[in-house]
């Protein structure tokens, strides 16, 4: 009996789904096999971290490996965290500038420079503070400008700079409107990174 057309194309329909399913299983089995070659990629957690630089000053780190991101972990009102750093140097800001003035004057600029190059120090943090006579904005801006004139004396003699900051009268080492406590509160204390 000679086969039928249905027959022979029943034949052909399985012949072609039986290699379309080893096709299917032979691709399966190479995908499943270069999956096996390659490791699994395996998940780190990153966590913010502090980091200390090298003048002792704190700074919050975040690295995720391809980007990270550092700033300089302060206080409250604006003060860098440092670890190693001690006050070396209060100078009533009387001796360096003329009130309401942030020009050093001649004898104060000398002072400044003798005692840069010989602080042995590896960096400095200089802050400039006023008394309580004026405006908070304004006695902000005038320390701001003295702590600034004073980093540019360190400069100039080649010491380095960690930060130059005025706190205006927000700081007081002394208590009270007398002219004494206001004389200790106008004043540019330098801090020595050992």
């Known amino acids: 009996m000679a086969p039928s057309i249905k027959d022979t194309l029943r034949v052909?329909?399985?012949g072609l789904a039986a290699g379309a399913m080893s096709l299917a299983l032979v691709a399966g089995s190479a995908q499943a096999q270069s999956h096996a070659q390659k490791p699994a990629?395996?998940?780190e957690e990153y966590t913010p971290t502090i980091w200390i630089d090298p003048d002792g000053c704190e700074h919050w780190v975040m690295d995720d490996g391809f980007e990270g991101y550092m700033s300089p972990k302060r206080t409250r009102d604006g003060r860098p965290v440092c670890r190693r750093s001690e006050i070396c140097g209060i100078i009533p800001t009387d001796q360096l500038f003329q009130t309401d003035k942030s020009a050093i004057n001649a004898n104060g600029r000398a002072q400044l420079t003798e005692f840069f190059k010989?602080?042995?120090a590896f960096g400095f943090m200089i802050y400039g503070h006023t008394d309580a006579r004026a405006s908070d904005e304004y006695n902000i801006a005038l320390s701001d400008r003295r702590a600034k004139a004073?980093?540019?004396v360190a400069r100039a003699t080649g010491?380095?700079?960690v930060d130059a900051k005025g706190f205006g009268e927000r700081q007081p080492r002394a208590a009270g409107?007398?002219?004494a406590a206001m004389q200790q509160n106008r004043?540019?204390?330098i801090y020595c990174v050992r």
Request: net charge neutral; aromatic share 0%; glycine share 10%.
């Open 12 to 14: 052909l329909a399985g």
């Open 41 to 43: 990629v395996v998940g």
């Open 118 to 120: 010989t602080a042995n």
């Open 150 to 152: 004073v980093s540019e």
């Open 159 to 161: 010491a380095r700079v």
């Open 177 to 179: 409107s007398s002219a």
């Open 187 to 189: 004043r540019v204390e």
